[in-house]
């Protein structure tokens, strides 16, 4: 059975940092392309990271968070982070982890509301 858990959300200042986990199981992770999506109310789920296969050898962000948010991956925990800093209202969204090679695999999404 596949299984996606994401945690690490929650309620977060403006300039603050959060660290989102996803805890993966029922496939093999380390051939699976790692992303993190998110989707703000009234607008479209978006990718906001990406990290290939094979130990993580190529990432790539949305312009909205390069230089903020990093990804990166634990083979041997079969685990995916994303470590965000320097958060601005804007991040606030369900957070989504998602598993892609052939087909494809999402969580259930973690809450991360950025507010003063």
């Known amino acids: 059975q596949v299984q996606l858990v994401e945690s690490g959300g929650g309620l977060v200042q403006p300039g603050g940092s959060l660290r989102l986990s996803c805890a993966a199981s029922?496939?093999?992770?380390?051939?699976?392309?790692m992303n993190w999506y998110r989707q703000a109310p009234g607008k479209e789920r978006e990718l906001v990271a990406a990290?290939?296969?094979?130990?993580?050898?190529?990432?790539n962000y949305a312009t909205s968070v390069k230089g903020r948010f990093t990804i990166s991956r634990d083979d041997a925990k079969s685990t995916v982070y994303l470590q965000m800093n320097s958060l601005k209202s804007e991040d606030t969204a369900v957070y989504y982890c998602?598993?892609?090679?052939?087909?494809?695999?999402w969580g259930q999404g973690t809450q991360v509301t950025v507010s003063s």
């Open positions: 029922g496939f093999i992770f380390s051939l699976y392309t």
């Open positions: 998602n598993a892609q090679r052939a087909k494809g695999y």
């Open positions: 990290i290939t296969s094979a130990g993580g050898s190529s990432t």
